[in-house]
């Protein structure tokens, strides 16, 4: 049963730390897409690649966040430095070119 | 401006069947209806989608209105694991096929 992993699962840090969240897509998507989720935004996307190359990054607060696929077994999404408003959770998901988007659980990251 | 509009919640009684609505009144001719559910605690979870036509699986069926202007998400016996909150997402096809979550529809399933 392919799943999408990712991890931590739960991230505590202090503000102006640097995070890095991993996630890995099932093998054989070509489709990566990162999420955030909080009470008051609701599931928001951020960035997404296809082919491992990025597509659109516009949701993403440039300044302190990347995202990148250095392999097709990886994403990684950084906050440098992270403040308290990034507390959220924090989900991957991958799927081919149109359909099933496959979400990983998340990590929850909390930003004191 | 939004380019979903869900009830924020409903509720149903167990076994019996549920019907989701969702406007879309901005959809264009190419966009895609997708439907996703979250349960508490987990990832967002695929549904069902489709573009002009009604389409069943396992799990639901999407009925799509003649104009596309809105869809219904049917469970067809709800059971106490259908509780979650559904999201009802257009894909527009003319930005590269991301999704815009809204701010779905919290089913609760009465015993």
Not at chain 2, 33 to 45: D, K, N, T, V
Not at chain 2, 48 to 63: C, D, E, K, Q
Not at chain 2, 85 to 99: A, D, K, M, P, S
Request: overall charge negative.
């Amino acid at each position: 049963d392919a799943r999408v992993t990712q991890t931590p699962r739960h991230k505590v840090t202090e503000m102006g730390q640097e995070v890095t969240m991993r996630c890995q897509p099932i093998l054989g998507h070509n489709t990566v897409f990162w999420y955030r989720q909080t009470m008051m935004q609701g599931l928001e996307l951020l960035a997404y690649f296809r082919n491992r190359a990025p597509l659109d990054d516009s949701g993403m607060p440039k300044d302190r966040f990347s995202a990148e696929m250095p392999d097709a077994t990886l994403a990684t999404l950084k906050i440098q430095p992270s403040e308290p408003r990034d507390s959220a959770v924090y989900f991957c998901a991958s799927g081919l070119h149109r359909g099933e988007q496959y979400f990983g659980p998340g990590t929850r990251l909390t930003v004191t | 401006d939004a380019k979903t509009t869900q009830p924020n919640s409903m509720e149903s009684n167990e076994e019996e069947p549920v019907h989701l609505p969702c406007n879309h009144s901005t959809i264009s001719g190419t966009d895609y209806i997708h439907w996703y559910r979250q349960l508490p605690s987990q990832g967002p979870e695929y549904v069902i989608h489709g573009l002009t036509s009604n389409v069943n699986n396992r799990m639901a069926s999407l009925a799509i209105a003649e104009d596309r202007k809105s869809s219904t998400l049917i469970l067809h016996r709800a059971t106490l694991r259908d509780a979650a909150v559904y999201y009802c997402i257009l894909e527009f096809t003319n930005t590269g096929n991301q999704f815009y979550f809204g701010t779905g529809t919290s089913l609760t399933v009465i015993p």
